[in-house]
């Protein structure tokens, strides 16, 4: 069993504390939360051993790994310590409010040899996984032009003041929405390592962004666009999607479905010449226990075997992490 | 149960395979007037339960409903709650015990504020009993025999080992409603581990089965163990399995399995509906033949 603890039971810590709850290979130690209300009935109803300090916890729970999932700002330091204290981590997304913090946290887990995982869960999307193979392996020719997009209805009225208004916190649709976007342009293409220049405009919030909208530069030399507005009340839920053509084809594909299109008869397998579409059950596997999303329960399922040593520990490591960060300050240093 | 039940995920645009596909569904459902005209439609193909999610909208429907008692005489619906979309947004903007100022009702924050935080943790369950009869508050005077906890909140309870809550949904609803909890879930064999538990025998369970182990978390073959031993009444949902499945092959999966009680389908056009409907009921006469 591995003793996992989590610091930040709110709404997405309480999403990890639950699938990781049902993992026949996780014992939960400790959970910490500063709010009162939340460790009170986490402790009566479940009965995890709730601290208010996360260094206290750990120095008493003493867990292989913790999940890390407070507002952003905090993620350095406790990651830091963690580190510090041989622990493997899982942070949430986006992994620090700059990269030199980032960076930092990058080398010290590798130098400490710590699993290390970040919570971009889009990269446990059968569609997107799909789509980055497809890159990978030439089927869609020399990238040509891409569009990365993210819409929502996170912020569609004027709000009262959280920690996502406030831009030191890590507030902002960059930092907390486009971040996604960028994260997987980044894994599919290459590292987004220039901005042509970038829009980040207000709507409805006073002190942070609402939208972003970039022509930016990868690592590799093509080109692309970054559209994403979290205020945008047309749709239910974030719909993420990513669009890229290339010399030999084309693809558009969101979280559900992938379509491709290919010029000439040099597909895939399962595939043919023209337009293709796939969805994303047939390409998602089965997880053991589902809450909202496979990815979710898959993600923390290959944490957990990374730290068990059965995977690599090679998907959204912080080194990516550490990069995401990197574009996003490049966007922004570009729209002033 | 009736043994073809009617959703409404169609009507809230939610499409679990295409985005473009919910968004010309919430073109089409934008007035109320529509969704009457398709559950109209059911009702004409013999379907008589409407399970739907505490939706704003649904509110408006069962105005209709209950201006119409004739009409309606043996329209019965399954509410299935929260629509957590709801309680998720208001936490972002409140925070907790903001979005629990503004979603439960009454006279409980004169409480709440003269015991302070401590109140609100020793009363969780009240707390979720008042949550419940808010959400219960738009189905007055309307016939609902069974109130479906929805799935992402029966299976982060799950999850969070919280079965003291999961049963006392289940004493709330009988005591308050006259009515039997139903549990929509994607852990079907996990959770009725824990409702059997808890002292529930036979509950109802609304879960994803169909023949291409889409959200059956544990895989098919022990769904379909589970099954055959019946220790649940059990209401398939997601039968054409997120659309992997031509409906033909789906619906002769599901009706030909043992003890699946219902099955829940949702159709925006007449001709789905009926084909449906026919499809089911063609299945369960052959299997009667074989019997
Ligand atoms: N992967 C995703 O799609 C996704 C989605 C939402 C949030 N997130 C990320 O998760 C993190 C948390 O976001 P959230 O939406 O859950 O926020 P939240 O405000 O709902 O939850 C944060 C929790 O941390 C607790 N907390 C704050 N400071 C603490 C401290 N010093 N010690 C212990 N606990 C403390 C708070 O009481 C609260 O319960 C952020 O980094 C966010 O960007 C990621």
Known sequence: MLKV??????????SHLSILGAHPDVEIVGVCDTSKIVSDVLEKYSGFSCYTDYLKMVDTTKPDAVFVAVPTKFHYKMVKDLLDRNIHVFSEKPFCLNPTESNELFLLAKKKGLVNQVGYHNKFVGTFQEVKKLVKEGFIGEPQH?????????????????????????????????????????????????????MLKSIYSKQVDDAVYALVGIESGTTGVISVNWSDETYRKMSTSVTIIGSKGKIVSDANELKVYFKSDEHPKGYSKGWNVKYVTDLTEEVNFYLRGEEYSSQIDYFVKAVQGE????VNTFESAWKTDLSISIIKNNSK | MERILFGDNQFFAVNHISDEKSRAQAIKFKDDSAIIKVLDDAMAAGINTF??????????????????????????????????????????????????KQYVPGNFFGSLFKGGVAYINKDFISIMELLVDAEMKMFKGINTPVIFLQNVITDLLLGLGMNELLIAFAKHVESKYNAEAGFITMNLPKLLSVLEEGGIKNPIICASINKVNFRMSGGKELYEEVLKQGRCRVIAMQVLGGGAIPPKEALEYVANLPNVESILFGASSKQNIQNTVETIKYHDNQRVLVE
């Open chain 1, 5 to 14: 603890a989590l610091i930040g039971a709110g709404k997405m810590g309480i």
């Open chain 1, 146 to 198: 891409f569009l990365g997009e993210a819409y929502g209805p996170v912020v569609i009225k004027k709000k009262s003041e959280t920690w996502r208004s406030d831009p030191n916190e890590g507030g902002g649709c960059l930092m907390d929405y486009a971040s996604h976007v960028i994260d997987l342009i980044n894994d599919i293409l290459s590292p987004i390592n220039s901005c042509k220049g970038a």
């Open chain 1, 311 to 314: 995977v690599p520990n090679t």
């Open chain 2, 51 to 100: 399970m739907c999610t505490t939706h704003d909208r649904i509110a408006n429907i069962c105005d209709v409903i209950r201006d119409n008692p004739k009409k309606y005489k043996d329209f019965k619906i399954y509410p299935c709650m929260p629509y957590a979309h709801k309680y998720a947004n208001a936490v972002t903007e409140l925070g907790i015990v903001g979005t629990l």
